[in-house]
DNA sequence: TCGGACTTGCAACGGGGTTGCAGAATATTT
DNA sequence: AAATATTCTGCAACCCCGTTGCAAGTCCGA
């Protein structure tokens, strides 16, 4: 619980019990998650604008990040200390088409591709669809 | 204009001045373009509706593949002959934060990844993000 | 050119996401 | 511990995305 406190302040955000909710969502269930699935874990506790400025607040700060989705923009814990400033990720995304789960595969980063003359590269975003090891 | 009937017909498709139109849009304007894009340019002519539908048709024959993106569904021409059986994409998209355009990098090929074992691997999406040759 | 099959437009709806504002909660200072 | 400034929340309202049902219109093959 204090742990949850000791994130937030680190990014320096006051500590409210929907920040402290929407956060310990994300480390329970490990996989990524959009408004929606917040909204039917959390919302009957508080209003939907208020998850949604949460997220967006998280974004900013460097505590989450978008996950692309076939249908619809979802988000995950980013692992190491992102930042307000610096918010880099190169792991890989895999989304099961059983389960519907996305997961972020952390160990796994995206392999270097070597664009034409002019392109400047800055971020990158893979997403494989397939079956997932639960699922099989 | 010959063409356009002449793909249509391919997919099993009635030709309407609708479906000549939005594929003439897709052929003329080379990036990916979402439905307000079209909206934006046929519009006038067509109800939205119809554009939405236009478009899923247009997915399930094979004749566009969608397009992720951090703010939105976008839509491109399928190169090869893609069918409605068979709907395979394995090259790269590039999205420019300077112009906003989407385009596809048909030459460059998604690198292979090795999964963890009991991962199945069906399709696969790589949106690169950065600054395009144009706006360098 | 006729008829069945397909396509379109309209109306309506649900969901996703944002904004403005007033009131409530938090952090800070004294 | 109380007052203050700052930030956060809930509510209402709004716009955009995408879908569905239905009646009218269009296409195409016989």
Redesign the pocket.
């Known amino acids: 619980m204090d742990q949850l406190r000791e994130t937030l302040k680190v990014h320096h955000?006051?500590?409210?019990?929907?920040?402290e909710d929407v956060l310990s969502t994300f480390i329970n269930r490990k996989n990524a998650l959009?408004?929606?699935d917040l909204e039917g874990e959390l919302g009957e506790?508080?209003?939907?604008?208020?998850i949604?400025?949460?997220l967006?607040?998280f974004l900013e700060k460097g505590i989450i990040h978008k996950v692309l989705d076939d249908e619809?923009?979802r988000y995950a814990l980013c692992s190491h200390s992102c930042s307000e400033e610096k918010h880099q990720h190169d792991h890989i995304h895999f989304k099961c088409s059983s389960c519907g789960e996305t997961n972020c595969l952390e160990n796994l980063h995206i392999p270097a591709v070597q664009l034409p003359e002019g392109y400047h590269p800055e971020h990158f975003n893979l997403l494989i669809q397939g079956v997932c090891p639960k699922c099989n």
Chains 1, 2 share one sequence.
């Open positions: 955000l006051r500590t409210t019990t929907c920040r959009s408004h929606g506790n508080y209003d939907r604008v208020t949604y400025r949460t967006k607040t619809g923009l």
